[in-house]
């Protein structure tokens, strides 16, 4: 069955919803992502990329990030990048070992970490993740007359 955009954005906001470290889940463009009025971390942050469309398929390519307050001092850093890439390797997993209907990633990933980011001193982790979903090309789901 095909998937849509927005039933893979569903699916990776519900690992968000489920997993019981992250505190906030958002998407949208990275300018969009609320740090100054964020106050719940770790954030799961889903930045959508690009489409590719093949012959059966589509790839929904994503750029993730996971990342969590690091103290003025910086005596938690390293703490915090250690749960933040297990978090983000929590996610791959999920995806990888076919947790979601529908949703696969054939992918390895290179993870990419981060310190003193943004306005507030976020750490953690970046990645890319590609989705690929089914897609059969139907003419009869085009809405023409």
Known sequence: MNKTYNNVID?????GDKHLMIKKTET?????????????????????????????TLTMTFQ??????????TTNEQEVLSDT??????IITLIK???????????DFNLEPFTERFDN???????????EVENDYQTCD????
């Open 97 to 107: 070992e076919e947790q979601y209907d529908g949703l696969y990633t054939q992918e």
């Open 121 to 131: 001193a976020l750490s953690g982790w970046v990645f890319t993740l590609p989705i």
């Open 85 to 90: 890439l297990q978090i983000a390797l929590d």
């Open 28 to 56: 949208g463009d990275l300018w969009d992502m609320d740090l100054e009025k964020n106050t719940k971390y770790p954030l799961y942050f889903i930045n959508p990329e690009s489409v590719s469309a093949s012959t059966n």
């Open 142 to 145: 085009i809405p023409t007359i």
């Open 11 to 15: 699916a990776l906001k519900l690992i």
């Open 64 to 73: 993730i990030f996971i990342c969590d307050m690091v103290k003025t001092d």
